[in-house]
């Protein structure tokens, strides 16, 4: 990228910063940034970090929507700043903040520890039902079985969908929607047999009975992943063998 | 703030949250529109219990129902309750497992239109058979 980039057109971009090691608390900062219309928002942090500032902390790697590091809140909403185009904020200015109900870790930086605990948590690999051997050969699947949980599989772990989550800000005890959409991922896939295991996870305290449907994760979602349904599924599941438990003899799972 | 980390990680407060976005708020109508939902219960319940009352109180009751202030509170109840309705049918395609009909899956908007047609079905088929009763 060189400085003579932009054929003259400007956009303010306004930047959350917060440095731990001096600010109390965030604060906003803005920066010129030239720019041309195939540029994304990650494209003019880049320019900022390169040319403007280079205390400027984010993250990033693919830039094409499939390593889901680079989520933030763009204009208060929760986007890939990869897959946003400053041509897009015709107002000349564009806000640009961390992640909505993490902690941030620094600028727009989020810790993401919490998510990461929860993730192993529902253990997040197929747990065969019945080992087969090499010899036996491989796990077959009908493509009506893979179209059950196509759709969840395509979970990115950008977090989008915990800063669309009100649920999440207010208690981040929550499991909340990606994990549910992964945990689903599993639970609905034929191969798999640890369904029950997964749904004390579902089932607890801070399991899926926290969402209220307010399904704008399912909206912010770059994949189309539909975590709200995801989770509301469970719902259904979770009640049901709450009630299933109190009629079966052995007592059920737990 | 948790300051006994040494990363100083800097948690943002939630309070005004259903403010910040168009979403949220459209949401906090649809929730805040249950509660005439809930009124309405109520009006229903004291009309039971007028019933339960006597004939005099029945009709006290029925009197009530016919003034402009009540036809205009039930006006607003329908509204609110009509917005309800269709905030609810949008988000059902969400909350249900995938509808398969003849091996393909059944479109949300076509869920949400079958639980629109329903509501609306219902609605008539009380309103037929309460004027029937009435007239």
């Known amino acids: ?254 | 703030m948790n300051t006994s980390d040494s990363r100083r990680p800097y948690v943002r407060p939630m309070a005004g949250w259903w403010r910040r976005n168009p979403f949220f708020v459209e949401y906090m109508i649809h929730e805040a529109t249950a509660l005439f939902v809930a009124a309405y219960a109520l009006v229903l319940l004291v009309g039971v219990m007028r019933l339960a009352q006597g004939e005099a109180a029945w009709n006290g009751w029925l009197e009530a129902l016919r003034s402009p202030a009540s036809v205009a509170f039930h006006a607003a109840l329908l509204a609110a309750i009509s917005y309800h309705c269709w905030t609810w049918f949008r988000i059902m395609p969400r909350t249900m497992p995938p509808l398969f009909v003849g091996g393909k899956r059944v479109a949300p908007a076509l869920i949400t239109a079958c639980g629109l047609a329903a509501a609306v079905v219902c609605s008539l088929a009380v309103l037929i058979l309460v004027w029937g009763a009435t007239r």
């Open chain 1, 1 to 254: 990228m060189s400085e003579s980039r932009g054929n003259g057109k400007l956009i303010r971009i306004e930047v959350l910063r917060y440095r731990p090691e001096q600010d109390e608390e965030p604060f906003l900062q803005g920066y010129e940034v030239p720019f041309t219309d195939d540029m994304s928002v990650l494209q003019g942090l880049q320019y900022i970090k390169d040319w403007l500032d280079g205390t400027l902390s984010f993250r990033w790697s693919c830039r094409m929507a499939i390593c889901g590091s680079c989520g933030m809140m763009i204009d208060g909403e929760p986007r890939l700043a990869c897959k946003t185009f400053l041509r897009d904020f015709p107002a000349g200015s564009v806000r640009v903040e961390a992640l909505a109900h993490f902690p941030i870790e620094r600028d727009l930086v989020i810790r993401m520890d919490d998510f990461l605990a929860k993730l192993e948590s529902i253990k997040p690999w197929i747990i065969p039902k019945e080992e087969r051997s090499l010899a036996q050969g491989e796990y077959l699947q009908t493509p009506a079985q893979l179209d059950v949980y196509e759709q969840f599989s395509s979970c990115i772990n950008c977090l989008l969908c915990y800063a669309a989550c009100p649920q999440y800000g207010l208690n981040p005890d929550f499991v909340g929607p990606g994990i549910m959409a992964l945990l689903h991922r599993y639970n609905a896939d034929s191969r798999d047999g640890a369904a029950p295991e997964r749904m004390e996870v579902a089932g607890s305290e801070a399991g899926v009975f926290n969402c209220t449907a307010v399904g704008y994760c399912s909206e912010v979602c770059p994949k189309h992943v539909d975590p709200a349904n995801a989770v509301n599924q469970n719902k259904t599941r979770a009640a049901g063998d709450y009630f299933l438990r109190l009629v079966t003899p052995k007592g059920g799972a737990r």
